[in-house]
């Protein structure tokens, strides 16, 4: 199956609230408030890495929305938000399924100009204008799905 993601409101636009949607025969979206924006910007501030943030963060809210759907996935087409961080952002998002024990075929995610008459778009433009989605991102479920987990015991 192929599945199409957008984006509505930009992860660097920190005063706003973020919505990624996916489609193809069913739809999701996930949000993100500006507040848990600014709280997981403020943790790539504190590594020493500030603009990493953008694209970590797309990767973990594609991961978090696509994730249930992952066993009927065959292609990610994913819109071309970021172009110079495609590879990036594709490696953190294989990364992610990784750490999170998640099995995605090396081949699976592609990046395309989807267009405003794609449906992902319109699901996610919607999600954002209304400022609801099916899923919300914040900074915990970041954390959990972003970081390695560690061992009990060691700090």
């Given at each position: 199956?192929?599945?199409?993601?957008?984006?509505?409101?930009?992860?660097?636009?920190?005063?706003?609230?973020?919505?990624?949607?996916?489609?193809?025969?069913?739809?999701g979206?996930i949000?993100?408030?500006?507040?848990?924006?600014?709280?997981?910007?403020?943790?790539?501030r504190?590594?020493?890495?500030?603009?990493?943030?953008v694209?970590?963060l797309?990767?973990?809210?594609?991961?978090?929305?696509?994730k249930?759907?992952?066993?009927?996935?065959?292609?990610?087409?994913?819109?071309?938000?970021?172009?110079?961080?495609?590879?990036?952002?594709?490696?953190?998002?294989?990364?992610?399924f990784?750490r999170?024990?998640?099995?995605?075929?090396?081949?699976?995610?592609?990046?395309?100009?989807?267009?405003?008459?794609s449906?992902?778009?319109q699901?996610?433009?919607?999600?954002?204008?209304?400022?609801?989605?099916?899923?919300k991102?914040d900074e915990?479920?970041?954390r959990?799905?972003?970081?390695?987990?560690?061992?009990?015991g060691?700090?």
């Amino acid at each position: 199956m192929r599945i199409e993601i957008d984006q509505s409101g930009k992860i660097e636009d920190t005063n706003r609230l973020t919505v990624i949607a996916f489609s193809n025969a069913k739809t999701g979206s996930i949000l993100i408030t500006a507040k848990d924006k600014k709280k997981i910007q403020s943790i790539y501030r504190k590594l020493g890495q500030p603009r990493i943030f953008v694209y970590k963060l797309f990767a973990v809210a594609i991961f978090a929305l696509v994730k249930a759907e992952r066993q009927r996935i065959g292609q990610i087409v994913i819109d071309r938000e970021y172009i110079g961080f495609e590879e990036l952002i594709k490696q953190f998002i294989y990364e992610i399924f990784e750490r999170n024990n998640q099995k995605l075929s090396k081949g699976t995610i592609h990046f395309s100009l989807i267009g405003k008459k794609s449906r992902a778009h319109q699901v996610a433009f919607v999600a954002f204008k209304h400022k609801r989605a099916d899923l919300k991102l914040d900074e915990q479920k970041f954390r959990r799905f972003a970081f390695k987990k560690q061992k009990p015991g060691i700090a």
